[in-house]
């Protein structure tokens, strides 16, 4: 299954979209999500989702340059990857409390349908256990199999999707803030 998480700077999960096939691409399933739709009505200013490369930029939704070209839009990239890490620690630590998520240790063997309500489960049971600061067993955590998670191989370029100049614009605009800071 292809599990779609929104988490904050915290760690916190606040979105959660669990219903498509592991077959169906990233992009379809936020393309397809209540997010989504919400997001292009709304145009929050100043508040962004992140993506990595398998997502298309859009106006709310901001993704790595691919080729970068100047010191700025390097540094914009370097900040990019540093936020986005905190969804990977998120992800690499729901699987740390609920091992049935980490596939080194057991997979659920239940129908598509289950796996994701247990999936929406673990998350809502992650939020609490962030919010009443439970820590995780550390011994276990340790002798996880898990290492730091590589980024994966994703295609450089997504096909038949338009960039619309109002996302470049709005992206231009946060990599020129890198520029200024750099001056």
């Not at 740390?96 to 659920?108: E, H, N, V």
Request: net charge positive.
């Amino acid at each position: 299954m292809n599990m779609q998480l929104v988490c904050d700077a915290r760690g916190a999960i606040t979105n959660v979209v669990a219903k498509y096939p592991g077959s169906c691409p990233n992009a379809a399933v936020l393309e397809n999500s209540a997010l989504a739709r919400l997001l292009d009505g709304t145009r929050p200013d100043g508040l962004w989702l992140l993506g990595d490369r398998s997502y298309p930029l859009k106006t709310w939704l901001m993704t790595p340059i691919l080729f970068p070209c100047s010191a700025a839009e390097e540094r914009y990239n370097a900040r990019h990857h540093e936020a986005l890490a905190v969804l990977r620690q998120t992800c690499a630590l729901l699987r740390r409390r609920f091992r049935c998520l980490d596939k080194a240790s057991g997979s659920l063997q239940y129908a598509p349908q289950k796996v994701c309500q247990i999936f929406l489960a673990c998350c809502i049971l992650h939020n609490i256990a962030l919010g009443r600061r439970m820590p995780l067993d550390l011994a276990e955590a340790e002798a996880s199999p898990d290492g730091p998670e590589a980024e994966p191989d994703l295609p450089v370029q997504m096909p038949f999707v338009q960039i619309s100049s109002e996302a470049r614009a709005v992206r231009a605009r946060i990599v020129q803030q890198f520029k200024d800071a750099l001056t």
